[in-house]
């Protein structure tokens, strides 16, 4: 059974191997280290097996960062992580590399539309698409 729960600090090893694993520029360790506060882990039973970052200011919500362990693919882990996050009082705010049709797909699946693009946003000089989710969509 899956079940989501704020990061502690004994999680963040775990999250920052499943950052590694998920993109070709990961964060480093300390970055969650700095930010615990932001991230909510999905457990299957006691395994780690995927992670959300959000940030709030005011009414609206950045999610800063979202991964899901490589063996637990394909069985709506994610879909359970933006679930649990969104919510119908916020704008969600979200970066998505241009490249990265899938992940743009199922954002658009829970209202996210791309309004913007950020010029060479990742560390490999490649754009990234700001999508936003208003309340109610």
């Known amino acids: 059974m899956i079940t989501i729960t704020p990061m502690k600090d004994k999680d ?7 950052e590694r694993l998920s993109f070709n520029f990961p964060k480093p360790e300390a970055i969650f280290r700095e930010d615990e506060h ?6 299957d039973g006691d395994k780690i097996v995927g992670y959300i970052g ?16 490589p ?9 359970r992580l933006m679930q649990h996050v969104l919510n119908d009082e916020d704008v969600f705010f ?7 049709e899938k992940a743009k797909n199922i954002y658009e ?12 946003y990742y560390a ?7 999508m936003r989710r208003l309340p109610g969509e």
């Open 12 to 18: 963040i090893p775990v999250v920052a191997e499943i």
């Open 38 to 43: 932001k991230y909510l882990v999905a457990r």
């Open 54 to 69: 959000v940030e709030k200011v005011l009414d609206e919500t950045h999610i800063i960062n979202m991964a899901v362990h």
């Open 71 to 79: 063996d637990y693919r394909g069985q709506d882990i994610g879909k």
């Open 94 to 100: 979200l970066e998505v590399r241009v490249s990265n």
């Open 109 to 120: 699946k829970y209202g996210f539309r791309a309004i913007n693009m950020r010029q060479s």
């Open 124 to 130: 490999d000089g490649e754009d990234a698409y700001v």
